[in-house]
């Protein structure tokens, strides 16, 4: 999974921290993002275990700190529920301008009732999913209900929340309290996925009760037994994570792709964008790419990767089967390559003589060796099928097929 930390500004120009996280080894076919908790940040354990499971499938997830919280500027007092919905708009916003328009939506606890806020605005979003929402955004009072009077006679409070002091102000309160979720919800018409737990103290099962009622088909229910709010157990958050993945499978868009065959000993195909290429190998499938600073996406080995590969496993098999034949106490073996085009080593005027391909081999060997059965593997590596390929020469006889 590769990631890139991003900031993107908010609607009172403050910078948001954010990290984009993508697949390793395709281009995403879909863009997500994801809205913690409230006054959690974008680096809990469960927002990455789930982030990690869709970008598994092919999906890049823009995860953020809401603003005030985590990384990200600006002062948590002055926020709302609708500066969270803002928020979430701008980070689609920055997706779309810089990437690609989020298609799907997710939420934990109070994030989760801003994305079906956030969605309602965004007409790429084709499908939404929560998890331990509320059934409206005022259920967060719970949290800080002995401090209601002193916030709204003051105008203001310090709350203490999961162990950390906060300020609230009643602005808070009277935006929350003037959401009307199950309008918003009955309105939305999108694929929509509820994951609540039964067990689940801080946002009762009801509430997952009255959001799965607010909303139109298509619509589902995944119960996660045992689990407390916060998915604090990995497991938890991974299974969640790989159900919003296959869920959305469905209403993504996502490229369909013939799978490659082949009744030869190897097939490769690339299409029309970029080097990424599939390779089929018998029962094996695998990428060849090359690096991004000669254009490529990265996604896999280069093709000369591929032979210096070819060259390392079949000197270390040789090897292998050469110390097993003698009994030697080979325990283990690493074959070091690097490819590069150099001169010749007794060239004299390197200036009139073009380099060559060289493959320059380093080779580790561990076991109780003496330094005469040591020689005697040096030799024998130059014995091996690929390394006499390479040295010899051979020819390729192309058609079209």
């Known amino acids: ?80 529920f609708s500066s969270n919905v803002s928020d979430l708009i701008h980070a689609a916003n920055f997706l779309e301008e810089n990437y690609k328009a989020p298609s799907l939506l997710i939420g ?4 989760g009732a801003a994305v079906i806020f956030a969605a309602s605005q965004l007409e790429s979003v084709v499908a939404v999913s929560t998890i331990g929402a509320p059934s409206s955004p005022a259920h967060v009072k719970h949290l800080f209900k002995s401090n209601v009077e002193e916030i ?19 602005d808070f309160i009277d935006d929350i309290e003037s959401k009307p979720m199950k309008e918003v919800l009955k309105n939305l018409r999108k694929p929509y996925l509820v994951i609540h737990s039964p067990q689940d103290t801080i946002v009762g099962i009801e509430n997952a009760k009255e959001l799965y009622q607010y909303a139109h088909h298509p619509k589902s229910f995944i119960s996660i037994d045992k689990a407390d709010h916060l998915l604090t157990d990995n497991e938890d958050s991974t299974y969640v994570g790989n159900v919003i993945a296959g869920w959305a499978e469905r209403y993504l868009d996502i490229p369909k ?26 029962n094996h499938f695998l990428i060849a790419d090359e690096p991004t600073d000669f254009g490529g996406n990265d996604f896999g080995p280069s093709p000369y990767d591929y032979v210096s590969s070819g060259l390392g496993a079949c000197t270390a098999m040789t090897l292998r089967m050469y110390a097993t034949r003698k009994k030697w106490d080979l325990q283990r073996i690493i074959v070091h390559v690097d490819y590069g085009k150099e001169h010749a080593p007794d060239s004299e ?53």
Not at 152 to 170: P, Q
Not at 356 to 376: A, H, M, S
């Open 1 to 80: 999974m590769g990631f890139e930390k991003v900031s993107f500004t908010n609607s009172e120009g403050k910078q948001l921290a954010a990290r984009l996280e993508v697949p390793n080894n395709q281009v995403a076919h879909s863009y997500a993002i994801f809205a913690h908790c409230f006054t959690c940040n974008k680096n809990f354990s469960a927002v990455r275990n789930i982030s990690r499971a869709l970008v598994n499938k092919g999906i890049a997830v823009l995860r953020f700190d809401f603003t005030g919280l985590g990384d990200s500027e600006g002062s948590f007092e002055d926020t709302n």
């Open 108 to 111: 934990h606890s109070l994030g």
């Open 152 to 170: 709204n006679a003051l105008g203001k409070a310090k709350v203490n929340i999961g162990g950390r002091d906060f300020t609230i102000k009643k």
């Open 257 to 282: 792709r013939a799978p490659l065959e082949t009744a030869h000993q190897v097939a490769v195909s690339i299409g029309n964008e970029g080097f990424t290429s599939e390779i089929v190998s018998g």
């Open 349 to 401: 005027n390197t200036a009139m003589i073009k380099k060559i391909d060289t493959f320059k081999r380093k080779i580790e060997l561990f076991g109780n060796l003496d330094e005469k059965q040591r020689q005697r593997l040096l030799e024998i590596a130059n014995k091996c099928p690929v390394h006499k390929t390479l040295t010899i020469g051979s020819t390729v006889l192309t058609e079209l097929k």
